[in-house]
């Protein structure tokens, strides 16, 4: 019996030795981290014992020799809803560790900051422009709820706006800031969608514009 306990305790610490050497060897970069996730770090590493590959991984945490951090990142479905990917960064040098928790926590600050900054300058735009401008506006704000954008025909329809004042109105909020219009596509459909925050215009429009080089790809084959 105590052999077997004498060979586990052996195994554990040939295993984190395994897991620290690898972690340094890729840690060895600018930013200080890897972000490969535990399953991955066992499949580069060759290793088929996730039971011992855990209680080695997690003594290297107590022992202050491996650091981590959680954060997640919001990603948009094409109805407007919002999931959350969560991501894990692994350190092997613990004041990286630290700098880099302060640093994204100071940036999470610095985001809503400018957000609620952004919503006080839209306030004042808002109050100059016309009331059809206006009615848009605050029909989205109304009816967005936990989305990120709203269908442009939907909140037109709901403003009961003619076409072409609509357009116009809608000119009018994109060019003072205050709320953008932009095309979206899934499979054979398109739509144009209302969004009021620029760094969510900024994620749609990335993200159509991967969805488009993938079409472009496919096509070429």
Same mark, same amino acid.
């Given at each position: 019996m105590e052999a077997k306990r004498k060979n586990i305790e052996r195994g554990i610490i040939e295993m984190k030795e395994k897991i620290m050497n690898f972690l340094e060897e890729r840690t060895k970069n600018e930013? +200080?981290?890897?972000?490969?996730?535990? =399953?991955?770090?066992?499949?580069? *590493? +060759?290793?088929?014992?996730?039971?011992?590959?855990?209680?080695?991984?997690?003594?290297? $945490?107590? &022992?202050?020799k491996v650091f981590f951090?959680?954060? @997640? !990142?919001?990603?948009?479905?094409?109805d407007g809803s919002i999931f959350e990917v969560n991501k894990i960064k692994y350190f092997t040098n613990k004041d990286k560790s630290l700098e880099f928790k302060n640093n994204?926590?100071?940036? *999470? /600050?610095?985001i809503a &900051?400018?957000?609620? !900054?952004? /919503?006080? $300058?839209? /306030?004042?735009? %808002?109050?100059?422009? @016309?009331?059809?401008?206006? *009615?848009?506006?605050?029909?989205?704000?109304? =009816?967005? +709820?936990? %989305? $990120?954008?709203? &269908?442009?025909? @939907?909140v037109r329809e709901k403003t009961g706006l003619e076409f072409? &004042?609509?357009?116009a109105a809608q000119k009018e909020l994109s060019s003072n800031k205050v709320l953008f219009m932009t095309k979206i596509s899934k499979s054979n459909e398109e739509k144009f969608v209302l969004i009021d925050r620029g760094d969510i *215009? @900024?994620? $749609?429009?990335?993200r159509e514009e991967i969805k488009e080089n993938i079409k472009n790809k496919e096509k070429e084959r």
């Open positions: 930013v +200080g981290y890897t972000t490969l996730s535990r =399953n991955q770090i066992m499949e580069k *590493l +060759g290793i088929k014992e996730e039971e011992k590959f855990n209680e080695a991984f997690k003594e290297l $945490v107590q &022992d202050n951090h959680h954060s @997640s !990142e919001e990603k948009i479905n094409y994204y926590e100071k940036k *999470l /600050e610095e &900051d400018k957000i609620k !900054e952004t /919503e006080k $300058v839209k /306030e004042e735009k %808002l109050s100059t422009l @016309s009331d059809n401008a206006k *009615l848009i506006y605050n029909t989205y704000k109304e =009816n967005v +709820g936990n %989305l $990120v954008y709203l &269908d442009s025909k @939907s072409k &004042d609509f357009v *215009l @900024s994620k $749609v429009l990335k």
